[in-house]
């Protein structure tokens, strides 16, 4: 137990920051495909695009167990349930393996194993700090998550206000803004796309609602990462 609590400390800063620009790295790489369209493209990549820049901003910032934390929940987690769920699925006729691994399943297991390891690690390393967190930024927390609630149920509001409520804790309104605007910077694309290609008389209003509240949420936090950046 006390060399896992002790590896952050093995490893050098620098072999950590170096094995967390790879990881991003990969997830880069392996974002790049056909997505069947330009808005589709930017629908799938701009939330990624701004959840590793809130990653990188907490690790440059010397915030390295938000920032491993943030990249294992936001891109790995899932990767040590679908390894064992593939080794699991081994039959013996035919022989083989119903879900099959890869190589990129090899890669998301090493990535899952030391992130949680180093969270671990990191986490019993660090002093308990209080951190200040603005007022403001906590409301618009709850309303982002209420709007996500509405939107698709207690299950989105979990998954999209987990990072965010990481960087949150830590008492990085910049992080944490990048994050929430992860949430919901889909939706243009996807309102351009609708509009462009539906009967917009045959749109429930439920969709306009939603999406013109999710411009104004992108306006605010446009704002808020404008005012961060002057401070």
Same mark, same amino acid.
């Given at each position: 137990m006390s060399s896992l609590k002790n590896l952050s400390n093995v490893i050098s800063k620098s072999i950590?920051?170096?094995?967390?620009?790879?990881?991003?790295?990969?997830?880069?790489?392996?974002s790049i495909k056909d997505y069947g369209g330009i808005l589709q493209?930017?629908?799938?990549l701009a939330p990624i695009g701004l959840i590793l820049a809130g990653i990188l901003f907490l690790e440059f910032r010397g915030k390295e167990l938000a920032a491993h934390a943030a990249l294992l929940v936001g891109f790995f987690l899932s990767a040590g349930t679908s390894f064992i769920n593939s080794i699991l699925s081994?039959?013996?006729?035919?022989?083989?393996?119903?879900? +099959? /691994?890869n190589v990129?399943? &090899?890669?998301?297991l090493f990535a899952? %194993?030391?992130?949680? =390891?180093?969270?671990?690690?990191?986490?019993?390393?660090?002093?308990?700090?209080?951190?200040?967190?603005?007022?403001?930024?906590?409301?618009?927390?709850?309303?982002v998550g209420i709007f996500f609630y509405l939107r698709g149920g207690l299950f989105l509001s979990i998954s999209k206000l987990l990072? +965010? /409520?990481?960087?949150?804790? &830590?008492?990085?309104?910049?992080?944490? %803004?990048?994050?929430? =605007?992860?949430?919901?910077?889909?939706?243009?694309?996807?309102?351009i796309f609708t509009v462009l290609n539906t009967n917009l008389l045959s749109i429930p209003i439920s969709y306009?609602?939603?999406?013109?509240?999710?411009?104004?949420?992108?306006?605010?936090?446009?704002?808020g990462i404008l005012g961060e950046l002057k401070k």
């Open positions: 950590k920051l170096l094995i967390l620009v790879l990881l991003i790295a990969y997830i880069i790489v392996d493209t930017f629908e799938a081994l039959r013996f006729e035919p022989f083989g393996l119903t879900i +099959p /691994l990129e399943s &090899f890669i998301e899952f %194993i030391y992130l949680v =390891l180093m969270v671990f690690s990191l986490f019993t390393n660090k002093e308990t700090k209080q951190t200040d967190r603005p007022k403001d930024l906590v409301i618009t927390f709850i309303i990072l +965010p /409520l990481i960087s949150l804790v &830590f008492g990085f309104p910049l992080a944490t %803004i990048l994050f929430l =605007l992860a949430g919901v910077i889909d939706v243009p694309f996807d309102f306009y609602l939603f999406s013109f509240f999710a411009f104004y949420l992108i306006f605010g936090a446009v704002k």
